[in-house]
């Protein structure tokens, strides 16, 4: 039964999201691509005709389909430096538009980070900025070049489009290439074919606001029209529909005038169904402009919804505090980059409203529209930003793209129920691109953006994350707080929060956590902590990523396990839920992600504080946060990932469960443990967790937890290690697994007396000879070629493709080792 609630579910939010149209018709261009990754001397490289076979056809093209990333592999290949430069996009279209003398339109979603688009040979138009969407009118050209000759001969009457992506470094450009995130390129959104008639919306703003009460409610609707061919008078019909799909309102407006904004709607609403997380009723607007051009429909979803951040105080939602219990996301993802599908895209915004989150902040660019669709039907508040991101203040070519790019996120997202907050920066006290670093200058700069969101927007709040000296200028402010990871211990959350809350008028604490190696675990987590001095405050400083020197620091000198990282976060929640003037956090971020600035870490080029890995793969933070804020029972017992847990004979170990019922029985071995009743205040796992002795060899634990009739539970299975162990002295390597043609190989790393050395944390290369294929560069920690061992270990997958392959395994200091598939 669950999981055909979670598919109903799945099916309910896809429908939501796709009902906003963009326009009358659009056609997604995914398929019969073909991509090349360098430059070309020209655009005639790219449609000359060139016969079957021909051995002088060069360069070559591969075949891909969109949405497509350059770097979906290379940005955590381990051993070169991602791509960043020129390339090129070639296809065919087929247009046929519908309409009499309409328009034909490619609508970019985002394409990164400066393009150029051309027909035939003809450049239609270009963008820069690799995050906000745009729109170029290839009408003229595509007529032109349909009258041609090689378009009959050569095409076959198809139309070639052209389109060079380019992600070279450039310091005029926002994001600086500091940014702790990969700067990707390629077509890596959707890129639609769009038909319209002549005259139609070109933006469409609807205001829906209520009361502080609630009951009444106002939407207002402004147009901004495009209309290429001069057309002088039209007639506007605008329809309301309840979120049941019940029309309420019916408007009729004569225009005569195309030249700006203009109001088309104005109208009271009473007794609006609020929009909310636990209830996301969403409106539609239905829009139709009739002209002698034929006739545009378009329909946008809304929300009614009130909000405030208190001066000095929490966030209140429609009258009621809410506790904003947040994430944060970046478009990125194992073996695609950028590239996320439509279904990835659902797939992961589910994953963290089944999380429990109500909150997230999308860092550090405006994203996919499809996100914000989920976010107002799933209920996510966001907090969105552009991309102005360390680095500095280059000159007025990189303060326009920063105008350009908060004016489109907003205009373009401005419907969007689910946004609260535009984003102006994030840490832009961070110098580094420019000889000049004048904070007065950044300050300057700051509140002229402050001022361009409150004129285009003036019913959402500004904010900022980590650039004290401009605190002031924005309406909430986001210190840096990483207690327990890059300064201090995590004990000390709530002192810290409190101190850095009575520095500003209102306070949303967003960035906070730690690194952990996915399949890593300890027996004795917190070890790191006694190295370090606390009271010295939790901010992040300069060099405190680095894996070397410096004080003392758990990102340092801690083990990177999952087992740390489950306690700083479970210390973090239960403190967040008895903070009553706290607005809210995001935990950073949902996801691994990967970032050129992270070469060293144990899954090389990813940033791993993510609760869940680039593929998906849930590590057992992730049911932490299930335990204090999902709505639905859960139960798990930590460890899933821990195929071994060592000690001595006799001692006694603690057994923890993660669960949000009210109280749990634990078995190990069949015998009952007795049973707990969960207690938010109580640390660690909120009271349920037990002492227990495990007998050498294998052990299984269950447990069952419950609220009355309601029961869930959860089993796992584990061997004890009692052996002690030495230094690594070798390594082995053996598949384990074979399905659907991928085998799954292990290595483990063992001393002298082939006992498995549990601490191990060697780093581990992999080759592969022959037929198959590794299956590495994922940015994970069983798809990686090099990569910390977690406890003795690591997992490795092989393609096998039908033949032969060797594959091997190394480790510096031991003999490399190899097995043949």
């Known amino acids: 039964m669950y999981w055909f609630k979670s598919g109903f579910i799945l ?123 745009w729109m170029v009118d290839v009408t003229k050209a595509v007529e032109e070049f349909k009258q041609t ?12 489009l052209s389109v060079r992506c380019d992600n070279s470094r450039d310091l005029e450009m926002i994001p600086s290439n500091l940014s702790d995130f990969t700067i990707y390129g390629g077509i890596y959104r959707y890129l639609n074919l769009v038909y319209t008639p002549s005259l139609s919306v070109d933006q469409l703003f609807a205001k829906a606001e209520t009361d502080s009460s609630g009951k009444l409610g106002h939407l207002n609707v402004k147009a901004r ?11 506007a019909e605008l329809r309301l529909y309840d979120p049941s799909g019940k029309r309420v309102a019916v408007g009729n407006i004569r225009l005569s005038n195309f030249q700006d904004d203009m109001t088309i709607w104005d109208i009271p609403v009473k007794k609006p169904m609020l929009w909310s997380p636990s209830k996301p009723l969403l409106y539609t607007v239905e829009t139709i402009i009739t002209s002698s051009a034929g006739k545009f429909r378009q329909t946008e979803k809304i929300g009614f919804r009130n909000f405030e951040f208190a001066e000095k105080g929490p966030f209140f939602l429609n009258g009621q505090r809410l506790l904003l219990r947040g994430t944060h996301r970046h478009e990125d993802h194992a073996g695609v980059g950028q590239a996320m599908t439509e279904e990835m895209i659902r797939k992961e915004m589910v994953m963290m409203k089944e999380m429990g989150v109500n909150f997230i902040r999308l860092g550090h660019y405006q994203q996919s529209r499809i996100v914000l669709n989920l976010c107002d039907s799933l209920g996510i508040l966001v907090w969105e930003e552009i991309p102005w991101c360390r680095g500095g203040l280059g000159g007025e070519v990189y303060k326009e793209q920063a105008r350009r790019m908060l004016t489109n996120m907003i205009e373009q997202h401005f419907n969007h129920p689910s946004v609260i907050i535009w984003g102006l920066g994030n840490e832009n006290d961070w110098p580094g691109d420019f000889p000049e670093f004048d904070k007065e200058k950044i300050r300057t700069f700051m509140k002229e953006l402050n001022a361009l969101s409150h004129r285009l927007d003036d019913s959402r709040k500004t904010a900022i994350r980590r650039c004290d000296f401009c605190s002031d200028i924005v309406d909430v402010y986001s210190p840096s707080i990483w207690a327990g990871w890059y300064r201090g211990v995590y004990t000390e959350y709530k002192q810290v929060s409190q101190e850095e809350f009575n520095k500003v008028k209102r306070f ?10 996915a399949r890593r675990h300890s027996e004795n987590p917190d070890k790191a902590l006694n190295k370090i001095t606390s009271g ?61 600035v992270r070469p060293d870490n144990p899954v090389p080029y990813v940033n791993q504080k993510g609760v869940v890995e680039r593929d998906f793969t849930k590590k057992e933070s992730y049911y932490v946060f299930q335990s204090y804020w999902a709505a639905k029972p859960m139960v798990h017992i930590y460890g899933h990932s821990m195929p071994v847990r060592w000690g001595d004979q006799n001692e006694e170990k603690m057994i923890k469960v993660y669960s949000n019922c009210g109280q749990a029985e634990l078995f190990l071995n069949g ?25 050498e060899g294998k052990n299984t634990v269950s447990v069952v937890a419950g609220n009355g009739k309601e029961v869930v539970k959860d089993s796992i299975s584990f061997v004890y290690q009692t052996e002690k162990w030495g230094k690594p002295a070798k390594i082995t390597l053996q598949k384990i697994s074979e399905e659907d043609g991928i085998a799954t190989l292990e290595v483990k790393l063992l001393d002298n007396k082939d ?40 997992l490795i997958k092989v393609r096998l493709q039908k033949g032969r392959s060797v594959v091997g395994a190394a480790s510096e200091g031991l003999p490399t080792v190899f097995v043949e598939l």
């Open 11 to 133: 099916l309910l939010v896809f429908l939501m999201a796709v009902q906003q149209c963009f326009s009358q018709e659009k056609i997604r261009l995914i398929n019969d691509w073909e991509f090349l990754k360098q430059d070309l001397g020209g655009i005639w490289e790219a449609v000359r005709p060139v016969g079957k076979g021909n051995p002088e056809s060069v360069p070559l093209w591969e075949k891909v389909s969109l949405p497509h990333c350059f770097n979906a592999e290379d940005a955590v290949d381990p051993d070169v430096n991602y791509y960043q430069g020129p390339g090129w996009y070639r296809t065919l279209l087929d247009i046929k538009n519908p309409y009499s003398d309409g328009r034909t339109l490619l609508h970019f979603e985002g394409a990164g980070q400066k393009t150029e688009v051309y027909i035939y040979t003809t450049k239609v138009g270009a963008h820069v900025g690799g995050y906000d969407e």
């Open 149 to 160: 000759e090689v378009c009959k001969k050569q095409f076959g009457g198809k139309v070639p």
């Open 225 to 235: 029209f495009y209309n290429p061919a001069g057309i002088t008078s039209a007639m």
């Open 508 to 517: 949303l604490h967003v960035e906070w956590g730690g690194d952990s190696h």
């Open 536 to 596: 010295g405050g939790a901010d992040e400083r300069a060099g405190d990523a680095s894996l070397y020197g410096g004080a003392a620091r758990v990102s340092k000198d801690g083990d990177w396990s999952e087992s740390y990282i489950c306690n700083l976060i479970d210390w973090h929640l239960k403190e967040q839920e008895n903070m009553p003037w706290l607005s809210g956090s995001a935990y950073w971020p949902f996801k691994d992600f990967a970032t050129p």
């Open 671 to 695: 015998k009952s443990l007795g049973i707990k009743k969960r207690s938010a205040d109580d640390f660690p796992a909120a009271g349920l967790r037990w002492s227990a002795v495990l007998q």
């Open 755 to 794: 006992v498995l050395c549990l601490d191990a944390a060697n780093l581990v290369k992999f080759s592969l000879s022959g037929d198959g294929k590794l299956i590495d560069n994922q940015g994970t920690s069983s798809g990686s070629g090099k990569v910390q061992a977690y406890n003795g270990r690591v």
